[in-house]
């Protein structure tokens, strides 16, 4: 591959597309890279001047997108012998689906910090003028070094074959990119919508309460709503969100990431759904006490010299103070993006 990418391990295979990861050789240290292989099968000078043009619009995406954190940069993209490669930041972590799995329910606070997470970068995707078409757990990093998630896998290969596929037909017939289960009926006939990747992570989050893949779940025959409220602990308000995220129809579901946004920070703030310690005021006392008697040893002081010892107002006034409250509750807006705290 252009003699300058050695394969390390195969990623991933499919019809027209291989993917894999590879040491960067003309780089020091050789570091890794993912490589995605498209193959056209096709010597129609005609298909391949279309793909080339086709893989010229995705690579400049791919481009835009990666100007975000958590979005892989494109390092390179290049023809060669009729292939197209794309080369992009290889993230150091797992993917999401080792963190939400079958038969295991995930806590609603810990499913709002995926959500919040998620909804930052899906908001720059959007803007960009693009539809990610295929969240899903398997399709979201979260990185190593900061446990930030990162969105991979954007269906360059399928979105590609797919158009070569409908230009060389005279009936023009639509292949939807996307996963069962997540996809909601407007992506499956071809027709996706922004708010379509809005469904896949509320199928997502729904996966993480419940413990059950979203394929499996019922829908309701007469209303096309899923069914799984039942098999989940989750807060009325957090239900009716997540409801709103996967309604069946597009128009009444959120109509972009900000209003999913908008919607989950009353929630946020009011319950501490970011987990932080809530300290309570017997340990407040204690810890308190601890560390004046470890100021007092480490000083040599004694009672005359210890300011609570020889102040019994001052002792008192600690313990009024944490009377006030049974518990002591961090700020909710902590860890939240500066965007979202200022809506």
Not at 14 to 40: M, W
Not at 238 to 250: C, N, P, Q, S
């Amino acid at each position: 591959m252009s003699g300058r990418y050695r394969i390390a391990k195969v990623l991933g295979s499919g019809g027209f597309s291989e993917t894999y990861v590879a040491e960067d050789i003309q780089r020091p240290g050789n570091p890794y890279c993912v490589v995605k292989q498209l193959r056209v099968i096709s010597d129609d000078p005609n298909t391949l001047k279309l793909a080339r043009r086709l893989f010229a619009t995705e690579a400049e995406t791919l481009e835009r997108l990666g100007q975000h954190d958590q979005i892989p940069q494109l390092l390179a993209s290049f023809e060669e012998n009729n292939e197209f490669y794309l080369v992009q930041e290889f993230i150091q972590g797992h993917p999401l689906n080792h963190e939400i799995l079958p038969k295991r329910s995930l806590p609603e606070a810990k499913i709002i910090q995926i959500l919040t997470d998620l909804l930052e970068v899906l908001a720059f995707v959007h803007e960009q003028g693009v539809i990610h078409r295929d969240l899903k757990p398997a399709n979201i990093m979260r990185r190593s070094r900061d446990s930030r998630l990162v969105l991979i896998d954007f269906g360059i290969a399928r979105k590609i074959t797919t158009q070569l596929a409908e230009s060389g037909t005279e009936t023009k017939y639509t292949v939807s990119v996307g996963t069962p289960g997540y996809m909601p009926s407007e992506q499956s006939s071809g027709r996706p919508q922004f708010n379509s990747d809005i469904y896949a992570i509320g199928m997502t989050a729904i996966y993480a309460l419940t413990g059950k893949s979203p394929h499996t779940l019922i829908h309701d025959a007469e209303t096309g709503a899923v069914r799984w409220r039942s098999q989940a602990v989750v807060s009325d308000e957090f239900a009716a969100i997540l409801d709103r995220m996967v309604h069946h129809d597009f128009t009444q579901r959120y109509r972009s990431v900000h209003e999913v946004r908008v919607a989950l920070l009353p929630l946020i703030r009011s319950r501490v759904a970011i987990e932080l310690p809530i300290v309570s005021a017997d340990d407040l006392l204690a810890t308190e006490a601890n560390t004046i008697a470890a100021t007092a040893d480490q000083f040599n002081l004694d009672d005359a010299d210890n300011p609570i010892a020889a102040n019994p107002i001052a002792a008192n006034s600690i313990a009024a103070t944490a009377d006030r409250s049974d518990t002591v509750e961090a700020d909710a807006t902590i860890g939240l993006p500066e965007d979202w705290v200022n809506q």
